[in-house]
C-alpha cells in the first residue's frame, strides 16, 4: 500500500520560502515520477511541478516557474519542493502525488496520471 506523507508546511509572509518534504513508502519510489498540485479555497486542484523517474526532467505550472523547484532523492524515497518569492496567491494546500505506471513518466501535469496523493499540507503566504 502506497504512502505519501507530505512535511513542511507553513505561515510565511510574502516573499519568503519554504521547502515542502512528501516521503514515500509502499513500492520502489525511484521508479515512479511524481508531481505536487495544490488546491486553494474555493478552486479546482491544480498542477505545481513534476519530476520524471528516469532522467529526473522537470515541468511547472507557468504561475510557479522560476520561484519553485522540484527534485528526488530516491535513496531517501522522498520527493521536494523548493519554493521562494513566496506571494499571497500560493497560499493552498499542497499535495503530493506518485503516477501509477512504474518505468513510464506519462504527463507530468495530468491529474489523471497519478494514482495515489498524500494527505496535503498547508502553506500560508500572508500579504
Known amino acids: 500500500q502506497v504512502q505519501l506523507v507530505e512535511s513542511g508546511g507553513g505561515l510565511v509572509q510574502a516573499g519568503g520560502s519554504l521547502r515542502l518534504s512528501c516521503a514515500a513508502s509502499g513500492r520502489t519510489f525511484s521508479i515512479y515520477a511524481m508531481g505536487w498540485f495544490r488546491q486553494a479555497p474555493g478552486k479546482e486542484r491544480e498542477f505545481v511541478a513534476g519530476?520524471?523517474?528516469?532522467?529526473?526532467?522537470?515541468y511547472y505550472a507557468d504561475s510557479v516557474k522560476g520561484r519553485f523547484t522540484i527534485s528526488r532523492d530516491n535513496a531517501k524515497n522522498t520527493v521536494y519542493l523548493q519554493m521562494i518569492s513566496l506571494k499571497p496567491e500560493d497560499t493552498a494546500v499542497y499535495y503530493c502525488?506518485?503516477?501509477?505506471?512504474?518505468?513510464?513518466?506519462?504527463?507530468?501535469?495530468?491529474?489523471?496520471?497519478?494514482?495515489?496523493w498524500g494527505q496535503g499540507t498547508q502553506v500560508t503566504v500572508s500579504s
Open positions: 519530476i520524471s523517474w528516469s532522467t529526473g526532467s522537470t
Open positions: 502525488a506518485q503516477q501509477g505506471r512504474p518505468l513510464k513518466s506519462g504527463s507530468l501535469s495530468s491529474q489523471s496520471a497519478y494514482s495515489d
